[in-house]
């Protein structure tokens, strides 16, 4: 019995054509199907010199040098996958950040097939306790699992292409950290009150528009004045900032929407126009003309950390405890249900959809559509 052929050895072959076909067997997809690389010819002699060819470019490429790759290339040739979907600022900061740890901890050099899962335990376990972490404070599990999921995807591009054969962070632990996920928190109506009376200018309109019109963050920057019909007394979504504040479509269908403005809104967006036009005539030539309601001093997007920065500073100011300007938007979505409102109500206003309203407020829409007992007489029918 002939000996099985191993990986990249190859064979010749006539299709049903009567043409010869030169074949390699590669390293297995990651899914675990065949993998084969095929060239044809009309002689056999043909076949045979492109066999010759296939051999000499696997090799030349490394393809089954499983071995050779080192973690600085795996690193190389990974961001070009993902630099490839265009990721968003904050993706290609941390992705960047997660492959300058990998380089750390491993070394530039270590070979790929030494690696091992204990290693890629410990790479996260240090992660996670901040041993290794940029700031050296401990991170969440769920950080730690983004690290996993990031390590574990560059491997499979090595195996994709060929450079290796096993994954080992496919089965490390992600570690049980001492920093527990921060749950979104709603103000109650005397602390969202506190911290609109402690609020003046730009950041009053932050806390009004986020904490009573339920506004997203990247929804409230990117407001313009075009979008206030102070005649109607409304207000209309139909931008947000991306994540390189560029205006783009709001996120979903449903996030375009027209809602009513308080009345104290439109006072405060009245004296904030005069205030702007103050601003502008100060700026003169600095003056960024991008038409928005809440921006900088020279008429400029507030970056999305200054805003929380600002909010953070305030709520020291009102003496409460720290929230984030989307925890605003939970609030307004909060105060909202507890009034009575309907859940498809309450997701027409704020742009969502009734799904989730039901899976992050269900505790809420069962407080207030308590359902009282059917009267019934004595014969059975109802009252």
């Known amino acids: 019995m002939a000996a099985r052929r191993s990986?990249?050895?190859?064979?010749i072959f006539q299709d049903k054509n009567g043409r010869w076909v030169a074949m390699i067997e590669l390293p297995r997809h990651p899914n675990g199907r065949r993998h084969r690389k095929l060239r044809r010819g009309r002689t056999r002699a043909e076949a045979q010199r492109k066999l010759a060819e296939m051999k000499a470019e696997i090799v030349e490429l490394g393809s089954l040098a499983?071995?050779?790759?080192?973690?600085?290339e795996m690193m190389d040739g990974y961001q070009q996958?993902?630099?490839?979907?265009?990721?968003s600022r904050s993706d290609r900061q941390r992705n960047e950040l997660f492959a300058q740890t990998i380089l750390v901890f491993f070394g530039d050099s270590r070979k790929l097939g030494e690696i091992t899962v204990p290693e890629c335990d410990r790479l996260l376990a240090d992660f996670g306790d901040g041993s290794i972490?940029?700031?050296g404070q401990p991170v969440s599990r769920e950080y730690c699992g983004r690290l996993r999921s990031f390590l574990s995807n560059a491997f499979q591009n090595?195996?994709?292409q060929g450079h290796l054969k096993h994954n080992p962070a496919s089965n490390a632990i992600i570690p049980a950290t001492t920093v527990a996920k921060r749950n979104k928190r709603a103000l109650s109506a005397s602390e969202w009150q506190a911290l609109y009376r402690s609020a003046e200018g730009v950041t009053k309109l932050i806390v009004d528009l986020g904490g009573r019109h339920g506004l997203r963050p990247q929804e409230l920057r990117a407001l313009r004045w075009s979008a206030v019909d102070r005649e109607q007394g409304t207000l209309s979504v139909d931008n947000q900032f991306d994540s390189d504040d560029?205006?783009?479509?709001?996120?979903?269908?449903k996030s375009s929407r027209t809602i009513r403005l308080h009345p104290d809104t439109a006072v405060l967006l009245d004296a904030w126009r005069a205030t702007q036009g103050d601003n502008r005539g100060h700026a003169g030539d600095r003056w960024s003309d991008q038409n928005l309601i809440v921006c900088t001093s020279v008429g400029s997007a507030i970056q999305k950390s200054n805003l929380q920065r600002m909010?953070?500073?305030?709520?020291?100011?009102?003496?409460?405890g720290r929230i984030t300007s989307y925890?605003?938007?939970?609030?307004a979505i909060t105060h909202q249900i507890e009034a009575g409102n309907s859940a498809s109500q309450v997701a027409d206003w704020a742009g969502t959809s009734e799904r989730m309203i039901y899976n992050h407020y269900r505790h809420k829409l069962r407080e207030v559509n308590e359902l009282l007992p059917l009267d019934y007489d004595s014969s059975g029918a109802t009252e």
Request: glycine content about 4%.
């Open 311 to 320: 909010l953070t500073a305030l709520c020291e100011r009102a003496k409460i």
């Open 81 to 87: 996958v993902w630099m490839a979907r265009s990721p």
């Open 246 to 253: 560029e205006f783009v479509d709001p996120k979903t269908v």
């Open 158 to 160: 090595e195996i994709r």
């Open 327 to 331: 925890e605003l938007r939970h609030t």
């Open 66 to 72: 499983f071995n050779a790759r080192t973690v600085a």
């Open 7 to 11: 990986a990249g050895e190859g064979s």
């Open 133 to 135: 972490s940029p700031s």
